[in-house]
Structures are given as C-alpha cells and as structure tokens.
C-alpha cells in the first residue's frame, strides 16, 4: 500500500496567537510567547500546529480582517521570528499550517484604500465589490443582502471628492470589504500568496470562510427569508453567495498552485483545510474536498452535535459514508475559535437536546451548566474523535478541559458580532480568553512574560486551576488523557480508515469497531452493557473516567458519560 500522506490521520493543535502566550508583555499573546512554548504542544503528541491569522491587521475581528498578506503583524513579532518559529517547530517534529481569508480583506488593506480614491469604474474598484446605491441618490444599498454579524453587507463610502457615493460589499462586518475573485488581480495576489508562505516553510493553510467566496455576478435580491430567523443567520440563506459555484473554480485553481510547487519542491507535502458548514449535508462537505480541491474541510456536524448516541452517530455515520466511500478524508474537531467550548457545551442541561444550539454563531442555549458533567462527557468525546479515522484538529486549552468564559463584562468584549448586534448577541471571545499556564495570577496565570499586563481579555477567577502546572503531573487530568490518548492513536492510526458502525445509537451507545480496535461511547448517565460482538477478543486500551479500568468490568458495563477503547 502506498504511504498515506502525513496530513490524513494527522492531528493539529489550533493556536489563537493572542491568547497563547504573551512574550513581551503587552498582555496579548504573539510568535516570541509561541516560539517559547513549542516543547509543550510537542508534547502532548501532535503533528502540527495551525496559526490563525497573524498577518498585520487593524485586529477589528483579531486577524480576520488582514491588511498585508506578505507580513506578519507587528504587536505578534516579524517575518524573523516567524522563520525561527518554522525552524524550531520542524525540529520538534510538528508542521506549521497559517490561516488565509481569501473572502475578503481589510479596509486598511492598501488595494481597499487605493480603491477608494481611485473612483467609480476604476481597475482598482474592480478588485472588490463597488456598486451604486437604489433610490433618487443612490442612498439605498444595491440590494437586500444580509451580514454574517448582524446588519447590512453593504457600506457606503465616501468619494474621494467628499460626496456621498457608491457602496461595497462586506459579507462580514465593514471593516471586512470582500474581494471579487472574478478579478484575475484578485487571483494572482493569491497565488503569489500562497507560494511566499510555502517558500518560508509553511506547510499547509486553514482556509477561511470558504462558502461564500462565490457570488451571482449580477448580485441579485436574495429571496425573502419565510418564517423567525436570528439576525446573524439571515446571510445563511442567500443563495446568491452562500455555496455558489464559482467559488469552486479558485478553489481548482488553488489546488494547481499547491500540486505544482510540490512538483517542483520534491519532498515537500501540502495540506490545504477548508472551513465550511455544511450540518447535514455531506454531499455538500464532499465538493470541497474532490481530488481537485482541498485535501481536507472541516467535518463540522459532530461539533454541532448534541450529546447524545443517536445524533453523535448519526452525525459521524452519514460525513464518514460519503467522504470515505469516496476516498476522501474525514476532518474532526470538537472546538475553535468560534464555537462555545464543548465543556460548557456538554455542561448545559439541555445537552442532550437539538435545541442546545441556537444555531447563531456556534452559540448555545442559556440551559445551567455543569462544569463536572461537562468535563466527562468532555473527556468521552476526546476519545471519540481521536479513535475516529481522519484527521483531528485540537483547540488550545482543549486538552485543559477549560470551560467557556460566560461572565465577561460588556466592556471587555471584542467580538465585532457584540458590537454589530448593539450586544444582542455577546458573541465568541468566550473561547479565546488567554491560555492558563501556571496558578500565578501575577503574571495572569503564566501567558504574560510581564507581572504588570493587563490580559487583552480578561481571565476570570481560579483560571489557574485548569492550568497546565497543576495538571502537568497528575496522572488523573484532562491533559495526561489527551496524552495517553495521542500516544495510543498511533496504533489506532494503524488499523486503517475503515470503520464499522455497531447499532445506531438507539441504546445510548455510539459505538464502531476499527481493524482490531473498537470505540464506545456512552453518552447516557446510566451504565450500558456493550454488545458481545464488541467485546468478544478485546479488553480495555483506555478509559475516559481516571478510573476507568474499573469500569468495563467482567459483564461489560461501561460507566454513564463515558468511553473506551478496546483492542
Ligand atoms: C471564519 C473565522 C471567523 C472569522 C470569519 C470572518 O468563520 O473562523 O473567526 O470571524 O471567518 O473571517
């Protein structure tokens, strides 16, 4: 059998740069704070980390908005220190992937601002999406088009000459103008992009918001949205952008440019990541990743999934089915920068339920928490998606089991969806509160280098006790199961990526057997008793609970909210 690219069962350690590690004391983290905490996310067994976006940028949606693609961001470090970062990364044996945002830019990005004072129907304006206004004086947007953060996709600007003139799209906030790739600029500059980054080292890129690089040329009305719908999901039902083809043809384009510098760079190998929602639909998820696209997407529905057999295997059965049998890979994550941390998520009372989610930004219900609860069915569903076959992706603090943040004052918040929503939604800085290291609130917790920074997010009280100094040596935490968990993989890794489902989830038990090795997961709170065809020829690898060995005893009960490997 041919070797399997590193990327396919590969793990990757998602990094938030601002709230991994400060190190030079301005409370913010940066390259220098990562440079110094390598060993540690080597140790715990990945294969790689990704970057979110650390290219400069006025940081109105912390990266997302990038107003130099060729640069790194001055508050994090500079294209020096991003090279020793490689260098010392690829020692230790882990990969660096970034994070591109092809769909739009900065309004700080010099092409925006050239735009502007280049005028109506100028070649720069050509590169965006400048259009004039409806109504007498052209004061109304071009059409109904709603923003993924609350409000309009449209802004006006103001022409060079001091009038009120044309508008642009922004399919984000207005910070955010989106480019229009039916521009070959557009497609040259990412090109050339792509290959600055691998010519440094970088291996691969995380592929942002891809969905709705597309658009209808012609950028009709989107139909009238029937029945109540949150304000931020308005967007998700535009089909004049939302999954439109054209977006396809980059993404072809894309994988040329990647297939041809491994041609010319022998020995190197590339993964491309795309993030896209499909819940539900994975003959969708599959278009992303046919031989001619991306090498992975995001298998999202897990993540979306509430905790319960039948909607966890429903939802891992159908992405597994139509990539697998089409010989592509499945891409797990059970969290990111986006999404309420699956502790608090698994904590809710109405976890169990569809409902859970509100569905706005990755957002749950307001069902009470608990954190205990959370934390088991937490450490249950670790062991499920690292047994899965495919590739894996962590969030920083993951493996610390740390809840999302929900107390933070309103004048701490940062997330341009509070701000765009006037606070009726508080959006995702919840799950990107710094990093805890240490229990030494003086320098908040061990992110900070400096014992006088204040943190660019505030942690909250007893952060510390999620930190990796208490829970480095304690055979017992969330961190030494990670650990346990990523070493064991590499034999599980080993049994191929043909998985067998067992039952359908119906008796609280997700369950599938791999090669010699089989996962089950109980996701109700009694003990369940796992089926013979599981059991007969296997014992206990791992346990999610610490005293797990206990718990699949000679009549094969597996404890409530918990999971096992077998092998
Ligand atoms: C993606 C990112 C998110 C960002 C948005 C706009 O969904 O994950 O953090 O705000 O795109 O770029």
């Not at 090279?83 to 739009?104: E, F």
């Not at 040329?217 to 308005?234: F, K, M, Q, R, Y």
């Not at 894309?254 to 795309?274: A, C, F, K, M």
């Not at 990526?497 to 057997?513: N, Q, R, Y």
Request: net charge negative.
């Amino acid at each position: 059998m041919a070797q399997q690219p590193w990327w396919r069962n590969a793990v990757i350690y998602q990094v938030y740069v601002r709230s991994f590690a400060d190190g030079n004391g301005d409370g913010a983290g940066d390259l220098i704070g990562l440079l110094e905490h390598l060993e540690y996310i080597a140790s715990l067994g990945v294969d790689g980390v990704w970057l979110n976006p650390c290219y400069p940028s006025p940081q109105m949606d912390h990266g997302y908005d990038v107003s130099d693609y060729f640069d790194i961001e001055p508050a994090y470090g500079d294209l020096d220190i991003f090279d020793q970062l490689i260098t010392r990364a690829n020692k230790l044996g882990l990969r660096i992937l970034m994070d591109v945002v092809p769909n739009h830019c900065s309004d700080q990005h010099a092409w925006f601002t050239e735009a502007v004072a280049a005028g109506r129907g100028s070649k720069e304006r050509e590169r965006f999406w400048f259009r004039d206004g409806q109504g007498v004086n052209g004061e109304l947007p071009p059409n109904n088009w709603m923003a993924v953060f609350g409000g309009g996709a449209w802004s006006r600007i103001t022409e060079p000459d001091g009038t009120s003139g044309q508008w642009f799209l922004h399919t984000f906030t207005p910070w955010q103008p989106d480019f229009n790739w039916l521009n070959d600029d557009v497609v040259d500059y990412f090109d050339r992009m792509l290959r600055f980054w691998f010519d440094r080292g970088v291996d691969g890129f995380r592929v942002d918001a891809v969905t709705v690089v597309g658009k209808h040329p012609d950028l009709p009305d989107a139909p009238s949205i029937t029945g109540a719908v949150a304000e931020t999901d308005a967007w998700a039902f535009n089909p004049y952008t939302v999954f439109w083809p054209s977006a396809h043809d980059a993404w072809r384009h894309w994988r040329e440019v990647v297939n041809q510098y491994e041609i010319d760079h022998p020995g190197r190998e590339l993964v491309t990541v795309s993030e896209a929602y499909t819940p539900g639909k994975p003959d969708l998820l599959l278009r992303y990743v046919e031989p001619d696209q991306f090498h992975q997407s995001f298998t999202f529905d897990l993540l979306l999934s509430p905790w319960n057999a039948l909607s966890l295997h429903k939802a891992a059965a159908r992405s597994y089915q139509a990539l697998h049998d089409a010989g592509a890979t499945l891409t797990w994550a059970l969290n990111n920068h986006d999404a309420h941390r699956v502790v608090t998520r698994y904590g809710r009372a109405d976890a169990h339920l569809t409902s859970s989610w509100t569905g706005s930004n990755l957002v749950n219900s307001d069902a009470p928490v608990d954190l205990e609860l959370g934390h088991r069915r937490a450490r249950a569903a670790a062991l499920l998606i690292l047994g899965l076959p495919g590739a894996a992706y962590l969030y920083m603090g993951e493996e610390l089991g740390l809840p999302e943040v929900l107390e933070i004052p309103d004048s701490a918040r940062q997330d341009p969806i509070f701000a765009r929503t006037e606070g009726r939604e508080k959006g995702r800085d919840g799950c990107r509160v710094p990093m805890s290291w240490t229990t030494d609130s003086v320098n908040l917790n061990g992110f900070s280098t400096s014992s006088s920074a204040k943190a660019w997010m505030p942690q909250p009280e007893g952060w510390g006790s999620f930190s990796v100094e208490v829970q480095d040596y304690d055979c017992k935490s969330m961190l030494a199961l990670y650990r346990q968990a990523l070493s064991f993989r590499v034999d599980m890794v080993k049994q191929g990526e043909a998985i067998e489902f067992v039952g359908d989830g119906t008796d609280g038990l997700f369950s599938f057997t791999r090669g010699s090795y089989a996962v089950v997961v109980n996701t109700s709170a009694e003990a369940v008793e796992i089926p013979h065809e599981i059991m007969v020829g296997r014992k206990l690898i791992l346990g999610s609970l610490p005293e797990a060995f206990s718990r699949v005893d000679e009549s094969s009960l597996i404890a409530g909210n918990s999971a096992v490997w077998l092998g």
